[in-house]
């Protein structure tokens, strides 16, 4: 039973296409993050949520629109996609928002951008 | 800016021997430091972390130590095993604003059997 789960694992698509990332946890942990990791292997953190709020919002194109539903969602929602947006793309959570305290990963969803 | 350096892409090191990974931060308001191991195809999971009031911490066959003067910390597996194959990451965070975590670039380590 995976604690934090992302589908779908890999997404291959066209310059200009819209697509969502979905992103799934059942540890009950109060916050969610996405994280994008390029081609030189930079883990950056892009937005988090805790309790569906958001809490950060780096310096990201308003392209990408991340949604929490429910507590245990976070999904991530990209528009026009660009092909430096091929990266792979991890969800995280923690159990508490405002403590320092280690983060669990999803596996990632590899996207690519023909 | 990168405020989280691993300066070393890789590693080999013999089973049974000390793997030693280095980290270099430049931001003197990071307080909590963290190690984290990837598998290909995995996400990253954590393997330990250390606050800036020590410097250092054990867990099993992992120490990490830190060096604040230096803003330098270490991750130490004694004894390396071919499992501990991986890239391993450094990250930091500060407790002033959002804990966000800045991570390093990352160190392939490969233990030789």
């Known amino acids: 039973d995976t604690a934090v789960s992302q589908t779908p694992k890999y997404l291959v698509t066209q310059m200009g296409n819209d697509k969502s990332i979905k992103c799934e946890q059942n540890?009950?942990?109060?916050?969610m993050y996405w994280y994008k990791q390029d081609s030189k292997k930079f883990l950056k953190i892009m937005f988090s949520?805790?309790?569906?709020?958001?809490?950060i919002n780096e310096t990201v194109p308003n392209r990408f629109s991340p949604k929490s539903p429910d507590k245990a969602h976070l999904n991530l929602h990209i528009n026009s996609l660009e092909l430096g947006d091929s990266a792979v793309y991890f969800c995280?959570?923690?159990?508490?928002?405002?403590?320092?305290?280690?983060?669990?990963f999803g596996d990632g969803t590899r996207l690519s951008i023909l | 800016d990168q405020q989280v350096k691993q300066n070393s892409p890789s590693l080999s090191v013999q089973e049974g021997r000390i793997s030693i990974l280095n980290c270099d931060y430049t931001?003197?308001?990071?307080?909590?430091f963290l190690w984290y191991k990837k598998y290909p195809a995995e996400g990253p999971t954590f393997l330990i972390s250390?606050?800036?009031?020590?410097d250092k911490n054990e867990d099993g066959r992992f120490t990490v130590f830190l060096n604040k003067s230096a803003k330098h910390l270490s991750l130490h597996i004694v004894p390396s095993q071919p499992g501990d194959s991986a890239v391993y990451f450094c990250?930091?965070?500060?407790?002033?604003?959002?804990?966000?975590?800045?991570f390093g670039t990352g160190t392939r380590l490969k233990v030789l059997a």
């Open positions: 931001n003197s308001m990071f307080d909590y």
């Open positions: 995280a959570t923690s159990k508490l928002n405002g403590v320092n305290q280690p983060q669990h």
């Open positions: 990250a930091a965070s500060g407790t002033s604003g959002t804990y966000k975590y800045i």
């Open positions: 250390i606050s800036s009031i020590k």
């Open positions: 949520y805790n309790n569906k709020e958001l809490i």
């Open positions: 540890l009950g942990h109060d916050t």
